[in-house]
């Protein structure tokens, strides 16, 4: 069956601070695996997609890498409005079905 | 702002009843997507429509239908609610779909039924 498990749940971080955020996945084959922002009470704001081991994306303080069974979401000098729940999620074949299998994500705070 | 659109916002109900949530994608996607997130489940996929036709169903009760429409709005109709079913709906879409599609998927607001 089809897995994606985030640690830490949850990461209390002072302002500057770095650190990552970690996504393993089992799955039947790897489609995509997409990183997403989450405020309280919001709908889910897509921050990147990665298709193949190996790659990168950077948006701002964030960078996302991607291996064969896990990806990381590294937040360099982090400030108090990147504090959200980031949720990783993957499409996975090969029955073509484009559903997104989501972790139960990390909630991070950061604090001035 | 995603450009999806989902109306209601907030939605307070009897158990037995009737509801209908309605979702606008983004100007273009032909796929609506529809996810429930409750405390204790996390984000769970539960109907995709591409183009007005159904293409793949997740973990969605009998009690629930959904249908998307030739303008391509969407609706998730949600009968006989038990307590169980109080979550935080969401519509996402996305431009295609299939295999061979870039196919990031783009969420609205939510909305947050709750059954009393």
């Known amino acids: 069956e089809d897995q994606v498990t985030q640690s830490p749940e949850a990461l209390r971080l002072q302002e500057g601070e770095s650190s990552s955020l970690n996504c393993s996945y089992t799955?039947?084959?790897?489609?995509?695996l997409f990183w997403y922002r989450q405020d309280p009470g919001k709908g889910p704001e897509f921050l990147f997609t990665?298709?193949?081991a190996g790659e990168e994306k950077e948006k701002e303080r964030l960078k996302a890498t991607l291996t064969k069974k896990e990806s990381f979401l590294h937040i360099t000098a982090p400030k108090p409005e990147d504090s959200a729940t980031y949720l990783c999620?993957?499409?996975?074949?090969?029955?073509?079905?484009?559903?997104?299998?989501f972790g139960t994500g990390t909630r991070l705070q950061v604090f001035p | 702002d995603s450009g999806v659109t989902q109306t209601p916002k907030h939605l307070i109900t009897a158990t037995g009843q009737r509801v209908t949530l309605r979702c606008s994608p983004r100007?273009?996607?032909?796929?609506v997507y529809w996810y429930q997130q409750s405390l204790d489940q996390g984000l769970q996929f539960l109907i995709h429509y591409y183009n007005g036709e159904e293409r793949a169903k997740g973990n969605i009760l009998e009690r629930f239908s959904a249908q998307q429409f030739p303008d391509l709005h969407s609706e998730l109709n949600l009968s006989s609610l038990e307590l169980g079913d109080s979550a935080l709906y969401f519509c996402a879409s996305s431009a295609l779909a299939g295999a061979y599609s870039y196919n990031e998927q783009f969420f609205g607001p939510g909305t947050r039924l709750t059954v009393l």
């Open positions: 799955v039947s084959g790897l489609r995509g």
């Open positions: 100007s273009g996607d032909l796929s």
């Open positions: 999620a993957v499409q996975t074949g090969p029955d073509n079905t484009d559903k997104l299998i």
């Open positions: 990665l298709y193949s």
